[in-house]
Protein backbone atom coordinates (compact mmCIF):
# COMPACT_ATOMS: atom_id res chain seq x y z
CA UNK A 1 0.00 0.00 0.00
CA UNK A 2 3.21 2.02 0.88
CA UNK A 3 4.52 1.95 -1.66
CA UNK A 4 1.84 1.73 -4.66
CA UNK A 5 1.10 5.57 -2.74
CA UNK A 6 4.74 6.70 -3.28
CA UNK A 7 4.50 5.08 -7.04
CA UNK A 8 1.53 7.29 -7.35
CA UNK A 9 2.73 10.27 -6.45
CA UNK A 10 5.72 9.71 -8.75
CA UNK A 11 3.38 9.09 -11.85
CA UNK A 12 1.66 12.47 -10.40
CA UNK A 13 5.07 13.94 -10.41
CA UNK A 14 4.82 16.73 -13.00
CA UNK A 15 1.26 17.59 -11.45
CA UNK A 16 2.97 17.21 -7.97
CA UNK A 17 6.21 19.24 -8.42
CA UNK A 18 4.74 22.79 -9.86
CA UNK A 19 2.12 22.65 -6.66
CA UNK A 20 5.16 22.25 -4.03
CA UNK A 21 7.10 24.97 -6.00
CA UNK A 22 4.15 27.20 -5.49
CA UNK A 23 3.66 26.05 -1.70
CA UNK A 24 7.46 27.20 -0.90
CA UNK A 25 6.92 30.39 -2.71
CA UNK A 26 3.99 31.24 -0.82
CA UNK A 27 6.15 30.10 2.23
CA UNK A 28 8.69 32.51 1.11
CA UNK A 29 6.79 35.55 0.43
CA UNK A 30 5.54 35.63 3.74
CA UNK A 31 8.71 37.48 5.17
CA UNK A 32 8.05 36.67 9.34
CA UNK A 33 11.44 38.71 9.83
CA UNK A 34 9.92 42.02 8.70
CA UNK A 35 7.10 41.43 11.45
CA UNK A 36 9.50 41.06 13.85
CA UNK A 37 11.43 43.87 13.24
CA UNK A 38 8.05 46.27 13.25
CA UNK A 39 7.17 44.36 16.53
CA UNK A 40 10.39 45.35 17.96
CA UNK A 41 11.05 48.92 17.14
CA UNK A 42 6.48 49.05 18.35
CA UNK A 43 8.24 47.70 21.32
CA UNK A 44 10.71 49.88 21.53
CA UNK A 45 8.65 52.82 20.92
CA UNK A 46 6.35 51.97 23.93
CA UNK A 47 9.39 51.93 26.42
CA UNK A 48 10.76 55.03 25.37
CA UNK A 49 7.28 56.07 26.32
CA UNK A 50 6.54 54.42 29.29
CA UNK A 51 10.03 55.69 30.89
CA UNK A 52 8.80 59.54 30.21
CA UNK A 53 5.70 58.78 32.06
CA UNK A 54 7.54 57.01 34.99
CA UNK A 55 9.63 60.36 34.97
CA UNK A 56 6.12 62.73 35.26
CA UNK A 57 5.19 60.41 38.09
CA UNK A 58 1.98 59.24 35.22
CA UNK A 59 1.02 55.61 35.77
CA UNK A 60 2.01 53.33 32.93
CA UNK A 61 -0.12 50.64 33.23
CA UNK A 62 -1.59 50.58 29.91
CA UNK A 63 1.85 50.95 28.35
CA UNK A 64 2.56 47.98 30.28
CA UNK A 65 0.08 46.03 28.75
CA UNK A 66 0.70 47.43 25.50
CA UNK A 67 4.15 46.38 25.66
CA UNK A 68 3.50 42.58 27.02
CA UNK A 69 0.75 42.21 23.76
CA UNK A 70 3.02 43.18 21.28
CA UNK A 71 5.85 40.23 23.09
CA UNK A 72 3.26 37.86 23.22
CA UNK A 73 2.17 39.14 19.14
CA UNK A 74 6.35 38.72 18.65
CA UNK A 75 6.24 35.09 20.37
CA UNK A 76 3.33 34.33 17.98
CA UNK A 77 5.07 35.36 15.11
CA UNK A 78 8.65 33.66 15.44
CA UNK A 79 6.54 30.12 16.48
CA UNK A 80 4.89 30.77 12.91
CA UNK A 81 8.20 31.98 11.36
CA UNK A 82 9.38 27.84 12.82
CA UNK A 83 6.14 26.38 11.96
CA UNK A 84 6.85 27.74 7.98
CA UNK A 85 10.74 26.67 7.87
CA UNK A 86 9.87 23.15 8.68
CA UNK A 87 6.62 22.97 6.16
CA UNK A 88 9.67 23.96 3.44
CA UNK A 89 11.88 21.48 4.51
CA UNK A 90 9.59 18.74 4.64
CA UNK A 91 7.98 20.31 0.79
CA UNK A 92 12.04 20.47 -0.27
CA UNK A 93 12.72 16.74 0.91
CA UNK A 94 9.54 15.77 -1.08
CA UNK A 95 10.29 17.23 -4.34
CA UNK A 96 14.25 16.10 -4.29
CA UNK A 97 12.58 12.50 -3.48
CA UNK A 98 10.76 12.87 -6.51
CA UNK A 99 12.93 14.37 -9.01
CA UNK A 100 15.48 12.01 -7.83
CA UNK A 101 13.33 9.01 -8.28
CA UNK A 102 13.88 7.43 -11.80
CA UNK A 103 11.64 4.98 -11.38
CA UNK A 104 8.64 3.13 -9.89
CA UNK A 105 9.27 1.13 -6.48
CA UNK A 106 8.80 -2.64 -6.67
CA UNK A 107 9.17 -2.76 -2.21
CA UNK A 108 8.53 -0.83 0.55
CA UNK A 109 12.25 0.94 1.74
CA UNK A 110 11.67 2.05 5.00
CA UNK A 111 13.96 5.41 4.79
CA UNK A 112 11.57 6.89 2.07
CA UNK A 113 8.85 6.27 4.47
CA UNK A 114 10.20 7.90 7.23
CA UNK A 115 11.12 11.04 5.04
CA UNK A 116 8.07 11.20 3.00
CA UNK A 117 5.11 9.75 5.26
CA UNK A 118 3.33 12.01 7.48
CA UNK A 119 0.35 9.31 8.67
CA UNK A 120 -1.96 6.57 6.81
CA UNK A 121 -5.90 6.18 7.76
CA UNK A 122 -7.24 3.04 7.25
CA UNK A 123 -10.74 2.81 5.94
CA UNK A 124 -12.62 -0.37 5.65
CA UNK A 125 -12.49 -0.24 1.78
CA UNK A 126 -9.50 2.50 0.80
CA UNK A 127 -6.67 3.93 2.51
CA UNK A 128 -5.45 7.63 2.62
CA UNK A 129 -1.42 8.19 2.68
CA UNK A 130 -0.72 11.59 3.59
CA UNK A 131 3.01 12.95 2.35
CA UNK A 132 4.71 15.68 5.23
CA UNK A 133 4.41 17.90 2.66
CA UNK A 134 0.28 17.63 2.94
CA UNK A 135 -0.32 15.99 -0.32
CA UNK A 136 -2.98 13.26 0.10
CA UNK A 137 -3.19 9.74 -1.88
CA UNK A 138 -5.94 7.63 -1.56
CA UNK A 139 -5.83 4.27 -2.47
CA UNK A 140 -8.55 1.88 -2.98
CA UNK A 141 -8.14 -1.65 -1.98
Known amino acids: ?16 LP ?3 ENIESILEQNTSDRIAAVNEQIKAL ?7 ADMKKTGDEL ?4 RRLRNEKQAIQTEKASRHDLKTRIDELITF ?4 SCE ?10 TLLEKITVFDDYF ?12 DE
Open 47 to 53: QHELLAT
Open 98 to 101: LDDL
Open 19 to 21: LLI
Open 105 to 114: LTECDEQYVR
Open 64 to 67: GMEI
Open 1 to 16: MVVKAINEAFREKEKI
Open 128 to 139: IVEFKSGIEIQI
